[in-house]
């Protein structure tokens, strides 16, 4: 009895101290979750004897792994899709982890038959860590260079007067370029400083203004490296999905220019091989007549060995002024008080004469 309870205490505290450690769980969740893992770790004190001590961790791995997938698979069929995505997001650290702690505890019952306590104590706490701190390793590396936020700015055209800016949505956030983003656009466009703020004018004179800055962030890495992709969208492109590259470089810059039939204008440096940019342009109709246009966004990570991260997505991004909106009420010929004609505002439908 006292060996059993050496296999669960030890695979107990080593799961909630490796989970606190890298974050694949809370507290509460390692706390109570390590309570089942572990009671399968001890079931298995006999076997672990028997193996002896070559055999023993080979045998805790691959019920430390198994346990995981049985875990991912109950989370899939009966459980929260919250709770799916997180465990899809953590799931390969969380086979480190599980991992670890079994076969530590099947080398620690194995030697304990041969050797003093201290000895197998210490042997299969160097096994158990060895076994989460290189995989983790590996894992975080991939999450850096992958999996870390990416900021997708968004440039829109205004009709407005040289010595005019748009007007922007009450309340709404104001969306600026960075400095580095601005002297990134400089050496591609022509960027100056305007009474609505920085604007960006392309070939055609057209100006240009940020309507929103918008970070999708993986949850495993919300705190990593920051890539930054400046898209800029044409007038009267119609209702269309772009896929975008992104920068290689974690922390890397690029320009997208989005163009009709899917029709995509990338620069900025070596593209990424891993991580996409999905963007929609969406029309909302009301009783059949286009009322405005909304973008969703959704990124999406590959890593080395497959699609191991799941989508981050935003959808409905609300604008910080009109975009090709046409307003809900029908455009004024006049100003009903000066009685002269209106200029009509950026987004609205000519009025008819």
Do not use: C
Not at 188 to 217: F, I, K, N, S
Not at 263 to 276: D, I, L, Y
Request: proline share 8%.
């Amino acid at each position: 009895m006292k060996t059993y309870a050496l296999t669960y205490w030890f695979t107990w505290a080593f799961l909630v101290i490796a989970a606190a450690l890298t974050g694949v769980a809370s507290l509460k969740g390692a706390f109570f979750g390590g309570l089942f893992a572990s009671g399968l770790s001890a079931l298995l004190t006999r076997t672990y004897v028997r193996a002896g001590a070559r055999y023993a961790p080979l045998l805790g791995a691959t019920a430390g792994t198994l346990w995981v997938v049985l875990m991912f698979f109950r989370l899939r069929w009966f459980g929260q899709p919250d709770d799916f995505l997180s465990a899809q997001w953590t799931l390969g650290t969380d086979i480190s982890v599980h991992a670890a702690g079994f076969a530590g505890a099947g080398l620690l019952v194995a030697l304990r038959e041969r050797h003093d306590f201290g000895r197998a104590l210490g042997g299969g706490l160097l096994l158990a860590a060895a076994m989460t701190a290189v995989p983790y390793g590996v894992i975080a590396w991939i999450d850096h260079r992958v999996a870390g936020p990416l900021e997708v700015v968004l440039l829109v055209h205004a009709d407005v007067r040289p010595d005019e800016g748009p007007v922007r949505r009450v309340g709404a956030v104001r969306a600026e370029l960075t400095p580095g983003e601005a002297a990134f656009l400089k050496e591609r466009m022509l960027v100056v400083d305007g009474p609505g703020g920085t604007e960006v004018l392309d070939e055609a004179g057209r100006r240009y203004w940020p309507l929103w800055r918008r970070r999708l962030v993986y949850p495993g890495n919300p705190g990593g490296p920051v890539r930054t992709l400046v898209v800029l969208l044409p007038p009267d492109l119609a209702a269309d999905t772009w896929e975008l590259p992104v920068h290689q470089e974690p922390t890397g810059v690029a320009l997208a220019v989005l163009g009709p039939a899917k029709g995509v204008r990338f620069s900025g440096g070596p593209v990424s091989q891993a991580v996409r940019l999905e963007l929609s342009l969406a029309v909302k109709a009301r009783e059949g007549v286009p009322t405005y246009q909304y973008l969703q966004a959704e990124v999406f990570r590959r890593s080395p060995v497959g699609d191991l991260y799941a989508p981050v997505q935003a959808k409905g991004l609300a604008p910080a002024f009109p975009t090709t909106a046409v307003d809900d009420e029908p455009a004024k010929a006049t100003d009903p008080v000066k009685g002269r004609p209106v200029r009509p505002k950026f987004g609205e439908a000519p009025a008819a004469k």
